[in-house]
């Protein structure tokens, strides 16, 4: 089953992915598919807020913070790592519980990152909110670094997070029941 839907004007279908037995959600992502990155950086970039750097967690926002900096002139974005790599110095770290991910994870961010971030204007951006797990350890990554966060921004917000006011983004993406009714 899939749900089509219409994301910055492109139009894509998203296969449902069972989470447990009740409950499906559509699978996004924007790996590989340059013209739906391409559409969905330009109209987040005309909805964003004053910013210095971007910040997005590893990996599926990965396209998209790139694609934003790349149209605003090749800017520096900044990434939360899964795991440590040997080139990072003075790492800042914190546990996330992400839908879509079975284990806890941890996201870690560079202190070269950190301290170039210090005292910025940042845009926290990503491809999907959904329970704001992934959200709530990318705030703490950026206040632990001493960013000023000016806006959290995503392609869609799933179930709930559609009804928060504290995120700009392009699409509010449903849940589905296990024979693939919207919620």
């Keep these: 089953m899939d749900y089509k839907m219409t994301i910055a004007g492109v139009e894509r279908a998203l296969p449902l992915c069972p989470?447990?037995?009740?409950?499906?959600?559509?699978?996004?992502?924007m790996f590989g598919d340059v013209e739906l990155t391409v559409a969905c950086a330009e109209a987040l970039l005309k909805k964003a807020p004053e910013y210095d750097v971007l910040i997005t967690a590893e990996s599926k926002g990965i396209p998209l913070a790139y694609e934003m900096a790349r149209q605003r002139g090749g800017e520096r974005y900044l990434l939360a790592r899964k795991s440590p790599k040997l080139y990072m110095r003075d790492i800042i770290k914190c546990e996330v519980?992400?839908?879509?991910?079975?284990?806890?994870?941890?996201?870690?961010?560079?202190?070269?990152?950190?301290?170039?971030?210090k005292g910025k204007r940042v845009l926290i951006v990503d491809d999907v909110i959904s329970t704001g797990e992934s959200l709530n350890a990318l705030v703490k990554l950026?206040?632990?670094?001493?960013?000023?966060?000016?806006?959290?921004?995503?392609?869609?917000?799933?179930?709930e997070a559609a009804d928060r006011d504290d995120i700009i983004f392009l699409?509010?993406?449903?849940?589905?029941?296990?024979?693939g009714n919207v919620l």
Excluded: C, H, R, W
Aim: glycine share 10%; proline share 2%.
């Design 19 to 29: 989470l447990n037995d009740k409950l499906q959600i559509g699978a996004f992502v």
């Design 97 to 117: 519980q992400s839908i879509t991910t079975a284990a806890k994870q941890v996201l870690f961010l560079d202190g070269y990152d950190a301290e170039y971030m």
């Design 142 to 159: 950026v206040e632990q670094a001493g960013g000023n966060i000016v806006g959290k921004m995503a392609v869609l917000a799933e179930g």
């Design 171 to 179: 699409e509010k993406l449903p849940l589905f029941d296990a024979e």
